[in-house]
């Protein structure tokens, strides 16, 4: 049951979010109008009431899906905040808004619907097609009935009820879509003049006093968090691999020959084609003109073979390998269709194709050479098999050491030594850990995390949650064994906690250095801009001064890879009389913008096809979220005192 869950991750999320989520999945419509409050309710709807237990169970769940969907880069902290707490509330409230309307209303689905529903979930089908096994095996995984995930569907639809028909319906009005349309594609031709802040920096002189009175001004820009310098054991192939045997000629043999259909040269020709294209949908007449133009080019090919390539460069209509000659290069058995396989690979050297019927129209093959399928040699692979060899041995290595290093870790709470004695591994070292993150290796300076090879390990954050876990950092025991991924383990300890702090003058100047220069490098850019805007506006219209670039034609559709500061910049100038000179500052300087044409947008630009599906999406989620805020306004929603608690993050009583 377990490779089960491990083999289909996705469709377990999508069973969880229907079974098991109360904040987002019922077990029945009727069941939320006839919900009875507990002692600690939170927010009242209507009469009915979310509580304490049912915000706590929420907040559980979607840490658990969360962490399931992102196993390496969630942090559970990102949801202990006001604002996370208070979405997460709202988001039980307009549930529950939408169960009572649909409950009011009535709403509901017919058997056929749900059936419907179900057969269309990609999870539960097979080649396409809903398959009942499949449905039995999951649920029996999940130790769900078909009657619960049935009940949980029908009610989901029946919500959506009340306000699916509003996105569908959406339109946005035709006076609108053509003001957004001519909006989008309103073009200025444009000219730009960059002043790049990094031509400045030569000129620049930055002073250790300057760099003291910054240090001193700006501490907590320079405020490093608490951290923790670790030990820590990394299992992984290449730790495995360490301790295996050398493996003998003898053994690397027998494996060969237990094997030897995997080291098949597999058999290909070098072929030259002339294609004669069918169109789509081509009438039979077309086909037939089609494969006697063909047959007629077959005909004068066989007659001189050495003009091939030039009857290809005239006549092939694959215009990829016409101007080659016709030429495709070596194809390798297996990587075609088989009705052109048949054809090409029953060709000998030399040979030449009759007319074949394959992708796009018929095809004249020419086979230019021919090498049959070919068992590499124990010398030619020998590398290549001690490689797999050792993997595999590595692999039932890793295993044997996994399960040692758990018990291990566990058995010597207050070292990693003796299960790197054990197991052959080095216990490793690395500084510079923090909660969110790890610091910049030029911050920390020698055995920064940041700079390890192992930096992806460390940065992860469950290693960095068991790193401030109340074992590790206070108890000063020894993590768990950490699963990165099926190859990859680790154990931690905690060998030192540095409180948070402003760093030592002389671990930052050198970062205060190239700030204060980047700062003084950009105000000098941008002087040097603003003065030469100045000129440029009183100098004559119809010249260009010099250092513009090459005329380029802008829209908001087609931004010619600007950026929108200064697309919106060509775009809001006034045009009455042009040319017209903008001046815009960005991280890198200051760019002047001369603008010299503009034109009215139009409506039938062909980059504009999708936009009245994606508008009407808008405009419908617009509507949506109206109809739920009158829905909200009508259930008297109100706030008790307990939720206060609750988005403050103190302990409730139903958790």
Same mark, same amino acid.
């Given at each position: 049951?377990?490779?089960?869950?491990?083999?289909?991750?996705?469709?377990?999320?999508?069973?969880?979010?229907?079974?098991?989520?109360?904040?987002?999945?019922?077990?029945?419509?009727?069941?939320?109008?006839?919900?009875?409050?507990?002692?600690?309710?939170?927010?009242?709807?209507?009469?009915?009431?979310?509580?304490?237990?049912?915000?706590?169970?929420?907040?559980?769940?979607?840490?658990?899906?969360?962490?399931?969907?992102?196993?390496?880069?969630?942090?559970?902290?990102?949801?202990?905040?006001?604002?996370?707490?208070?979405?997460?509330?709202?988001?039980?409230?307009?549930?529950?808004?939408?169960?009572?309307?649909?409950?009011?209303?009535?709403?509901?689905?017919?058997?056929?619907?749900?059936?419907?529903?179900?057969?269309?979930?990609?999870?539960?089908?097979?080649?396409?097609?809903?398959?009942?096994?499949?449905?039995?095996?999951?649920?029996?995984?999940?130790?769900?009935?078909?009657?619960?995930?049935?009940?949980?569907?029908?009610?989901?639809?029946?919500?959506?009820?009340?306000?699916?028909?509003?996105?569908?319906?959406?339109?946005?009005?035709?006076?609108?879509?053509?003001?957004?349309?001519?909006?989008?594609?309103?073009?200025?031709?444009?000219?730009?003049?960059?002043?790049?802040?990094?031509?400045?920096?030569?000129?620049?002189?930055?002073?250790?006093?300057?760099?003291?009175?910054?240090?001193?001004?700006?501490?907590?820009?320079?405020?490093?968090?608490?951290?923790?310098?670790?030990?820590?054991?990394?299992?992984?192939?290449?730790?495995?691999?360490?301790?295996?045997?050398?493996?003998?000629?003898?053994?690397?043999?027998?494996?060969?020959?237990?094997?030897?259909?995997?080291?098949?040269?597999?058999?290909?020709?070098?072929?030259?084609?002339?294609?004669?294209?069918?169109?789509?949908?081509?009438?039979?007449?077309?086909?037939?003109?089609?494969?006697?133009?063909?047959?007629? !080019? /077959?005909? #004068?090919?066989?007659?001189?073979?050495?003009?091939?390539? $030039?009857? &290809?460069? %005239?006549? *092939?209509? =694959? @215009?990829?390998?016409?101007?080659?000659?016709?030429?495709?290069?070596?194809?390798?058995?297996?990587?075609?269709?088989?009705?052109?396989?048949?054809?090409?690979?029953?060709?000998?050297?030399?040979?030449?194709?009759?007319?074949?019927?394959?992708?796009?129209?018929?095809?004249?093959?020419?086979?230019?050479?021919?090498?049959?399928?070919?068992?590499?040699?124990?010398?030619?692979?020998?590398?290549?098999?001690?490689?797999?060899?050792?993997?595999?041995?590595?692999?039932?290595?890793?295993?044997?050491?996994?399960?040692?290093?758990?018990?291990?870790?566990?058995?010597?709470?207050?070292?990693?030594?003796?299960?790197?004695?054990?197991?052959?591994?080095?216990?490793?070292?690395?500084?510079? !850990? /923090?909660? #969110?993150?790890?610091?910049?290796?030029?911050?920390?300076? $020698?055995? &920064?995390? %940041?700079? *390890?090879? =192992? @930096?992806?390990?460390?940065?992860?954050?469950?290693?960095?949650?068991?790193?401030?876990?109340?074992?590790?950092?206070?108890?000063?025991?020894?993590?768990?064994?950490?699963?990165?991924?099926?190859?990859?383990?680790?154990?931690?300890?905690?060998?030192?906690?540095?409180?948070?702090?402003?760093?030592?003058?002389?671990?930052?100047?050198?970062?205060?250095?190239?700030?204060?220069?980047?700062?003084?490098?950009?105000?000098?850019?941008?002087?040097?801009?603003?003065?030469?805007?100045?000129?440029?506006?009183?100098?004559?219209?119809?010249?260009?001064?010099?250092?513009?670039?090459?005329?380029?034609?802008?829209?908001?559709?087609?931004?010619?890879?600007?950026?929108?500061?200064?697309?919106?910049? /060509?775009?809001?100038?006034?045009?009455?009389?042009?040319?017209?000179?903008?001046?815009?500052?960005?991280?890198?300087?200051?760019?002047?913008?001369?603008?010299?044409?503009?034109?009215?947008?139009?409506?039938?630009?062909?980059?504009?096809?999708?936009?009245?599906?994606?508008?009407?999406?808008?405009?419908?989620?617009?509507?949506?979220?109206?109809?739920?805020?009158?829905?909200?306004?009508?259930?008297?929603?109100?706030?008790?005192?307990?939720?206060?608690?609750?988005?403050?993050?103190?302990?409730?009583?139903?958790?």
């Amino acid at each position: 049951m377990f490779d089960f869950i491990r083999t289909h991750q996705r469709l377990m999320q999508l069973l969880l979010l229907v079974l098991i989520l109360p904040s987002f999945a019922l077990i029945g419509v009727s069941g939320y109008s006839t919900y009875v409050s507990g002692d600690h309710d939170l927010v009242k709807v209507a009469g009915s009431a979310i509580t304490v237990q049912e915000f706590d169970q929420a907040r559980r769940n979607q840490l658990q899906q969360l962490q399931q969907s992102n196993p390496g880069g969630f942090d559970p902290s990102s949801l202990d905040n006001e604002p996370a707490r208070k979405a997460l509330l709202e988001s039980l409230i307009d549930r529950r808004v939408l169960v009572l309307a649909a409950t009011k209303e009535r709403f509901n689905v017919s058997d056929r619907t749900l059936r419907q529903a179900i057969a269309s979930i990609p999870e539960l089908q097979v080649n396409g097609q809903f398959s009942a096994e499949r449905y039995s095996d999951v649920l029996k995984s999940m130790g769900a009935t078909s009657k619960d995930f049935e009940q949980s569907r029908r009610a989901e639809l029946s919500i959506d009820r009340v306000l699916g028909p509003v996105a569908i319906t959406a339109h946005v009005p035709k006076p609108i879509l053509n003001s957004i349309e001519q909006a989008l594609t309103a073009q200025r031709t444009v000219r730009l003049r960059t002043y790049a802040a990094a031509d400045y920096a030569k000129d620049i002189t930055v002073t250790d006093a300057d760099i003291k009175a910054w240090y001193d001004q700006n501490p907590q820009k320079l405020k490093l968090p608490e951290q923790v310098s670790i030990q820590y054991l990394l299992l992984n192939e290449a730790a495995a691999m360490q301790g295996l045997p050398a493996t003998s000629t003898h053994d690397l043999q027998k494996y060969y020959e237990q094997n030897k259909a995997h080291y098949a040269q597999p058999a290909r020709v070098m072929l030259s084609h002339i294609l004669i294209s069918v169109p789509v949908g081509a009438t039979d007449a077309q086909r037939e003109t089609a494969l006697q133009k063909a047959q007629q !080019i /077959a005909k #004068e090919v066989a007659a001189d073979k050495s003009n091939f390539a $030039d009857i &290809a460069r %005239a006549q *092939s209509q =694959d @215009a990829g390998t016409a101007k080659e000659g016709g030429r495709l290069g070596w194809i390798t058995k297996g990587s075609w269709p088989a009705t052109l396989e048949t054809a090409v690979f029953a060709l000998k050297k030399g040979e030449l194709s009759a007319p074949v019927d394959g992708p796009g129209g018929y095809h004249i093959f020419l086979a230019d050479d021919v090498q049959p399928e070919k068992i590499q040699s124990f010398d030619e692979v020998k590398s290549k098999v001690e490689t797999e060899v050792r993997r595999q041995l590595a692999a039932d290595h890793f295993a044997d050491m996994a399960t040692k290093l758990t018990s291990l870790v566990y058995d010597n709470q207050s070292s990693l030594q003796p299960a790197a004695d054990t197991l052959g591994l080095k216990v490793k070292t690395a500084s510079g !850990i /923090a909660r #969110e993150r790890l610091l910049p290796a030029d911050e920390i300076g $020698d055995g &920064a995390a %940041a700079a *390890s090879p =192992d @930096a992806a390990v460390l940065g992860d954050a469950r290693v960095r949650r068991a790193l401030f876990s109340s074992q590790v950092l206070v108890d000063k025991q020894n993590s768990g064994v950490i699963e990165i991924s099926p190859d990859t383990m680790v154990a931690v300890r905690v060998q030192k906690l540095s409180p948070a702090q402003v760093p030592a003058i002389d671990k930052v100047s050198s970062l205060i250095r190239q700030q204060l220069l980047a700062e003084r490098s950009l105000a000098a850019a941008e002087k040097a801009g603003e003065s030469a805007l100045a000129g440029f506006e009183k100098e004559a219209a119809a010249k260009v001064p010099d250092g513009f670039g090459a005329p380029l034609a802008i829209s908001r559709i087609n931004p010619q890879g600007l950026d929108k500061q200064t697309i919106d910049v /060509a775009l809001s100038a006034s045009t009455q009389s042009l040319p017209v000179y903008q001046g815009i500052k960005n991280a890198q300087g200051y760019v002047v913008v001369r603008i010299e044409q503009a034109s009215a947008g139009k409506s039938d630009n062909p980059l504009l096809a999708t936009l009245p599906t994606e508008l009407s999406q808008a405009w419908g989620h617009a509507q949506e979220n109206a109809v739920l805020g009158a829905l909200r306004s009508e259930s008297k929603i109100k706030m008790l005192p307990e939720a206060d608690k609750a988005l403050a993050g103190e302990a409730t009583q139903g958790g």
